[in-house]
T-cell receptor, first 116, second 115 residues
Framework: DTGVSQDPRHKITKRGQNVTFRCDPI?????LYWYRQTLGQGPEFLTY????????KSRLLSDRFSAERPKGSFSTLEIQRTEQGDSAMYLC??????????????FGAGSRLTVL | AQSVTQLGSHVSVSEGALVLLRCNYS??????LFWYVQYPNQGLQLLLK??????LVKGINGFEAEFKKSETSFHLTKPSAHMSDAAEYFC?????????????FGQGTTLQVKP
């Protein structure tokens, strides 16, 4: 078990470009979450999947954002036509999706996006 | 709606002193409560969680937290600070009933430990 992996760790892009982040969760975890963290703030929920189904999306997830988890394993988060306000750390987390008891999230190290 | 307020964005203690990081929550339904720690350029690591069992919860690295429903608080403590405790700490809440795992985080408290 190598934990939750995110790639790339850092991405610098120009405004208007598209970027894609990848997350590989812990293999036996069926739930996968995306959060966004801006400087000096706590993480904010974006969306989550149970297996390949996207079950909830935050209002923070504008039309320029799309997340997929096509085979219920890894996930991608794409941002189209990036804006400077998209600059943030994008965190991925996974959990077992327990039917009882708390779902404990394991976080990856994050992908830091800088939009120039 | 749920929310979390962490009182004090920065806390500074001397090595060996008591650490107290404050967290108050708002929830109309029974909550699950969590404390996470984040070291520079790393992801969040779970310190401890409250899931409606014992109100005093012990976590890793000598940290503990007490759930006080009457005060809607879940403060994090450690009897003796170590230099390695310097990091950012986040309190988070989720809805126990829905159990989606969706977390609402506070703004974080940066802990500085002075030698």
């Amino acid at each position: 078990d190598t934990g939750v992996s995110q790639d790339p760790r850092h991405k610098i892009t120009k405004r208007g470009q598209n970027v894609t982040f990848r997350c590989d969760p812990i293999s036996e975890h069926n739930r996968l979450y995306w959060y966004r963290q801006t400087l000096g703030q706590g993480p904010e929920f974006l969306t989550y999947f149970q297996n390949e189904a996207q079950l909830e999306k935050s209002r923070l997830l504008s039309d320029r954002f799309s997340a997929e988890r096509p085979k219920g394993s890894f996930s991608t988060l794409e941002i189209q036509r990036t804006e400077q306000g998209d600059s943030a750390m994008y965190l991925c987390a996974s959990s077992l999706g327990a039917s009882s008891g708390a779902n404990v999230l394991t976080f990856g190290a994050g992908s830091r996006l800088t939009v120039l | 709606a749920q929310s979390v307020t962490q009182l004090g964005s920065h806390v500074s203690v001397s090595e060996g002193a008591l650490v107290l990081l404050r967290c108050n929550y708002s929830s109309s339904v029974p909550p699950y409560l969590f404390w996470y720690v984040q070291y520079p350029n790393q992801g969040l690591q779970l310190l401890l969680k409250y899931t409606s069992a014992a109100t005093l919860v012990k976590g890793i690295n000598g940290f503990e937290a007490e759930f006080k429903k009457s005060e809607t608080s879940f403060h994090l403590t450690k009897p003796s600070a170590h230099m390695s405790d310097a990091a950012e700490y986040f309190c988070a809440v989720s809805r126990a009933a829905s159990n989606t795992g969706k977390l609402i985080f506070g703004q974080g408290t940066t802990l500085q430990v002075k030698p």
